[in-house]
């Protein structure tokens, strides 16, 4: 997994590059977190995201729980195989998916 | 039916060695490339559990059988570990239709599991804990 940041003033774009599996969710969660200070909107990118399973998921949910309350959390460019994860799990009820 | 099986120890890091050796196995067969991001996927939470929760503070062994039918397109996948035992399959489901606020964070690796195989199947045979899932495609 890779990770590339993009901040401009309050908004950060994170796009989010490979799989975010058991192993590499933390590196994920940390990457990001240390970030989010006095941001309002925040992007994930997955446009590159090949697969997700629960660890990346909860990563995922952790930072919504963070957004709701400083900002808003968008997600972009979801391919099928995410999309499907996001739908069986109700994801896509609770997230912003655009 | 081809079947073929590695063993290794239950831990973190093996997560890629286990995934690398079912993808080159089924890819070899021509299984489609979305379900073996599936099984992938699958890997990750169960193998994942294992390394995790089966052996505790111990070391311990994990083994995968993986088959493939291309006559009746399916793939089989079997773990079977020597710790605690445990059902997932018993484990409480997580409440899907709770908002972000209200959700746990966890308890949603065996769900998708469920959700995205067709069949799963528990069984405590021999002192080991075996869990067999099947997906067609």
Redesign the interface.
């Known amino acids: 997994m890779n990770i590339e940041k993009n901040q401009n003033g309050s908004e950060l774009v994170v796009k989010v590059i490979g ?1 975010v ?3 590499t969710a933390p590196e994920l969660e940390s990457q990001v977190k240390e970030s989010l200070e006095g941001i309002t909107n925040l992007e994930l990118n997955l446009e590159e995201l ?6 990346g ?2 990563v995922i ?2 930072l ?2 963070i957004m ?1 309350k400083q900002g808003r959390l968008i997600i972009t460019n979801v391919n ?2 995410v999309q ?2 996001f739908e ?3 994801f896509s ?3 912003t998916i655009e | 039916m081809k079947i073929k099986e590695i063993t290794v120890d239950a831990v973190i890091s093996n997560i890629s060695v286990v995934s690398d050796f079912v993808n080159e196995f089924l890819e070899n067969d021509g299984c489609p490339l979305k379900t073996i991001m599936k099984i992938d996927i699958v890997i990750d939470e169960i193998f994942g559990n294992i390394c995790k929760y089966a052996y505790e503070n111990k070391c311990g062994k994990a083994e995968i059988i993986v088959g493939i039918d291309e006559d009746s397109n399916y793939v089989s996948l079997t773990f079977k570990d020597s710790g605690i035992k445990f059902d997932p399959l018993e484990h409480k489901r997580p409440d899907v239709s709770l908002s972000a606020e209200e959700r746990e964070i966890g308890g949603l690796g065996i769900f998708i599991v469920e959700k995205i195989m067709d069949e799963i199947d528990y069984k405590y045979q021999d002192g080991k804990n075996v869990l067999s899932i099947l997906k067609r495609w």
């Open positions: 799989r599996d058991t192993v090949e697969y997700i399973s629960s660890a998921l909860r949910l952790s919504q729980k709701s099928e195989t499907d994860i069986v799990t109700g009820e609770i997230l």
